[in-house]
């Protein structure tokens, strides 16, 4: 459920007590259930839609920081720069540290990278990555920088969030939704204003939902933060409903947080070893330090009674921006996910350096996610 100025903790639980009283949580299944304990239910689950990009259309640089397409210079200013920020949460309502969070969405004109036949749409704003992922960091926090999602035919503004809990082999997918009446690029109403006639919010209330309580956890208050550029942000909790189970690393090897080796890098410039024991058909990934680490720091937009909110932003910057690397101590950087076809000694190079000393490497058991349908 999300928290924001408008919706407060204490408007949250007599939410909830409502309901109780009236019976609805016994009546309708999964309605928001408040379980012993007073912990909540999951986030709906949503489809993933059919534009989840293929393993072609993500960007090498998938971290948290949408908005400018593999470094470049020139960012993707066609469209209001939005900071999207929240917590991951399990079944007993407790932070997840360690969940794979996956953010994508259509361009400002209602595009989205997915393309079957090639690297990415062609259509769509050429500086936009369009895919993000992240690590959340031990009090489950997670930030993205993007823009505001654009609308097209059947749908109202919306983010696709996708999350991969330690110890789950399957992401758990969701949406959100902007607050309030939709407007075009031309300032006009748009057809699905105040999210009634969106065609997944329709299918949840097919099932039982009743829209109201849909938009209490799903929607999200986007306040300015930036006066200058217009820049927005916003706040949501993602109730996975799953418990996280700390996956064992064979051999006894405890995290896989380690120092990068300074080598020669092609061209005498220099590069970052990492050495790790791999295992077959484990899939891995490093992370280092945080994008954005001051970025949108005035997200504080939020209202909780449980979270200090004058450290809030910067809590939301602890965790782990994704690195691209090459599997060659001069080959080129073109990699930023890796599957193990055999046990061994694997060596990773980044060009990246750790500002801290250390990356972070992470792994995915046989038969888990591995970051596509």
């Known amino acids: 459920m999300h928290l924001n100025t408008s919706k407060t903790y204490a408007d949250r639980r007599r939410f909830l007590a409502k309901l109780a009283a009236a019976g609805a949580f016994y009546s309708v299944p999964g309605l928001f259930a408040e379980a012993v304990a007073s912990v909540l239910s999951p986030t709906p689950v949503t489809t993933q839609g059919p534009y989840y990009p293929l393993a072609q259309n993500i960007p090498l640089d998938k971290d948290n920081d949408l908005v400018a397409l593999d470094d470049a210079s020139t960012p993707a200013s066609v469209g209001v720069i939005t900071y999207l920020s929240g917590r991951i949460l399990d079944a007993s309502g407790n932070p997840v540290r360690g969940a794979l969070v996956e953010l994508w969405h259509a361009d400002r004109e209602g595009d989205y990278i997915y393309s079957a036949s090639s690297s990415r749409n062609s259509a769509v704003n050429s500086n ?3 895919f993000g992922q992240f690590i959340t960091s031990s009090n489950g926090f997670f930030k993205f920088r993007t823009i505001k999602a654009g609308l097209y035919v059947g749908r109202t503004r919306h983010y696709h969030l996708a999350t991969t809990v330690p110890g ?6 969701t949406q959100t939704f902007w607050s309030g009446t939709q407007y ?3 300032g006009n109403t748009w057809a699905n204003q ?3 006639s969106d065609t997944v919010i329709s299918e949840l209330m097919s099932s039982g939902y009743a829209l109201q309580d849909i938009l209490d956890t799903m929607a999200v208050n986007y306040a300015t933060i930036d006066a200058t550029t217009g820049a927005q942000g916003g706040y949501f909790e993602y109730r996975t409903g799953q418990t996280p189970v700390e996956p064992t690393y064979p051999g006894g090897v405890g995290g896989l947080v380690i120092a990068g080796t300074p080598v020669t890098g092609p061209t005498n410039s220099t590069r970052f070893k990492l050495t790790i024991p791999a295992y077959a058909n484990y899939t891995y990934e490093v992370y280092g330090n945080p994008t954005l680490f001051n970025a949108g720091n ?4 939020l209202g909780t009674a449980t979270t200090d909110l004058s450290t809030l932003a910067t809590r ?4 782990w ?6 599997l060659s101590q001069t080959g080129v950087i073109n990699t930023n996910k890796f599957t193990a076809g055999s046990s061994g000694t694997l060596n990773l190079y980044l060009d990246a350096q ?3 000393g250390f990356y972070f490497v992470t792994f995915r058991v046989p038969g888990a996610n591995t970051g596509t349908p």
């Open 316 to 319: 939301t910057n602890m965790g």
């Open 354 to 356: 750790a500002t801290k």
């Open 184 to 186: 075009d690029l031309n």
């Open 194 to 196: 105040n999210n009634s």
């Open 128 to 130: 936009f990555r369009g």
């Open 168 to 173: 789950q082999t399957t992401r758990r997918c």
């Open 298 to 301: 005035g997200v504080i937009n």
């Open 321 to 326: 921006g994704a690195l691209p690397f090459a």
